[in-house]
């Protein structure tokens, strides 16, 4: 069974820093692409972030780009997303996802983890 867990989000001031944490298993990671999305109240869920399955390549949203890192150990079959400078907007639940790159589209997600930022 697959799970995806996240962990790390909580309440920070603007212009504060988390990192957020996905731990997973019951899946061959290294074959993952793994992704970040958000979903704040009264919202769609939003890209956030992605890293390939050998880290090198990432890409970002545009509005997190320069402020959030996303990584990944292999050896510990977890992805990160450093946040930095977070902003008010950047309040939502944060989720992670699993893709095998095989059938277009994101196959496992995470329970999510709440972060908010307040002004």
């Known amino acids: 069974q697959v799970q995806l867990v996240e962990s790390g989000g909580g309440l920070v001031r603007a212009g504060g820093s988390l990192r957020l944490s996905c731990a997973a298993s019951g899946l061959t990671f290294s074959s993952y692409t793994m992704g970040w999305f958000r979903q704040a109240p009264g919202k769609e869920r939003e890209f956030v972030a992605r890293?390939?399955?050998?880290?090198?390549?990432?890409v970002y949203a545009d509005s997190v780009k320069g402020r959030f890192t996303i990584s990944r150990d292999n050896a510990k079959d977890t992805v990160y997303l450093q946040m930095n400078s977070l902003k008010p907007e950047d309040t939502a639940v944060y989720y992670c996802?699993?893709?095998?790159?095989?059938?277009?589209?994101?196959?496992?997600w995470g329970q999510g983890t709440q972060v908010t930022v307040s002004s």
């Open positions: 890293i390939s399955r050998g880290g090198t390549n990432t």
């Open positions: 996802a699993a893709d095998n790159r095989i059938d277009s589209q994101w196959n496992y």
